[in-house]
Antibody
Framework: EVQLVQSGAEVKKPGESLKISCKGS????????IGWVRQMPGKGLEWMGV????????KYSPSFQGLVTISADKSITTAYLQWSSLKASDTAIYYC?????????????WGQGTLVTVSS | NFMLTQPHSVSGSPGKTVTISCTRS????????VQWYQQRPGSAPTNVIY?????PSGVPDRFSGSIDSSSNSASLTISGLRTEDEADYYC?????????FGGGTKLTVL
């Protein structure tokens, strides 16, 4: 059974750093892109970027380039999303998702989401 | 880049049929596949249609997708509405290594 299990909710202060995770299981982790999607409170879905764990090829949405870092450790089948200096506007739920065989065919499995709250 | 525009909300009665549209602002809708995701309150999104009109395993055939080149839009049709269909629905397509999401449509089953 394919599963993506994300790390737990985080409460941080502005300026702090954070790294959240997404552990894949039940499939060949290195052969599928993993994407990250943001959902701000009461808002829609926003594409952040993707990583191919097989070779760590990474692509960022222009809206998030330079603001976050996406990485993966294939030895432990885990993808990461990290911030070096959080802002209050980073408060959101962050989802990881496995992309289908074809990059253009969307995501077939999603993590449960990680709530990040940034508040002083 | 292009935008995908969805109606803010739609509603229907149990047993009826509703259609949610997703209009592409520029470029041809048929250029890139369209996916649809369902997001129930407090839950992660799930995929209900991919590649314009393909249903993932486990999604009932009450859900169907299509594209219309004349209106440059994609549509998600849900027939035999059930209360559990009440959710937000998002369309999604692709452009130059980036995904594009529609703004989402809230479906209310009255």
């Amino acid at each position: 059974e394919v599963q993506l299990v994300q790390s737990g909710a985080e409460v941080k202060k502005p300026g702090e750093s954070l790294k959240i995770s997404c552990k894949g299981s039940g499939y060949s982790f290195t052969n599928y892109w993993i994407g990250w999607v943001r959902q701000m409170p009461g808002k829609g879905l926003e594409w952040m970027g993707v990583i191919y764990p097989g070779d760590s090829d990474t692509k960022y949405s222009p809206s998030f380039q330079g603001l976050v870092t996406i990485s993966a450790d294939k030895s432990i089948t885990t993808a990461y999303l990290q911030w070096s200096s959080l802002k209050a506007s980073d408060t959101a739920i962050y989802y990881c998702a496995r992309l289908r065989d074809a990059f253009t065919s969307g995501a077939d499995f999603w993590g449960q989401g990680t709530l990040v709250t940034v508040s002083s | 880049n292009f935008m995908l525009t969805q109606p803010h909300s739609v509603s229907g009665s149990p047993g009826k049929t509703v259609t949610i549209s997703c209009t592409r602002s520029s470029g041809r809708i048929a250029t890139n596949f369209v996916q649809w995701y369902q997001q129930r309150p407090g839950s992660a999104p799930t995929n209900v249609i991919y590649d314009d009109n393909q249903r993932p395993s486990g999604v009932p055939d009450r859900f169907s997708g299509s594209i219309d080149s004349s209106s440059n839009s994609a549509s998600l049709t849900i027939s035999g509405l059930r209360t559990e269909d009440e959710a937000d629905y998002y369309c999604q397509s692709y452009h130059s290594s980036n995904w594009v999401f529609g703004g989402g449509t809230k479906l209310t089953v009255l």
